[in-house]
């Protein structure tokens, strides 16, 4: 199937646009590409992710159901106790609720948006 679009990037809502910018720069070994208060992006060269203000954003605070996730990333590691470890240690924060922790793990990042480490393979 042919489509009439490419994706550009992904944009992700943000309390702190240059905060949750840092973050994911250093999880993901990317370039911060640009950093304001209202928009930062990150970018690796082949793929980017923005983070635009919105006043008054706070994360889904996962898993509670009142106010359901609308996305979240998973990221590819090698060893899930070694990328725990350093996503709690930038700032990510980890819910008690683990659905299959032995082959991915719930984590937080600093404004209260899910993501998962998953194994590769």
């Not at 550009?8 to 640009?34: C, E, T």
């Amino acid at each position: 199937m042919s489509g009439f679009a490419t994706l550009a990037m992904i944009n992700l809502d943000a309390a702190d646009p240059a905060g949750l910018a840092r973050f994911y720069s250093q999880v993901l070994g990317w370039k911060v590409l640009h950093s304001q208060d209202e928009y930062a992006m990150i970018g690796d060269g082949s793929a980017s992710l923005g983070f635009g203000l919105v006043p008054g954003y706070s994360g889904p605070g996962w898993p509670d159901e009142s106010a359901p996730k609308r996305f979240h990333l998973d990221l590819y590691v090698e060893d899930l106790d070694k990328a725990e470890e350093q996503a709690l240690a930038l700032g990510a924060t980890k819910p008690a609720e683990q659905p299959q922790p032995d082959r991915w793990r719930v984590l937080l990042d600093p404004s209260g948006q899910p993501f998962d480490i998953c194994l590769k393979g």
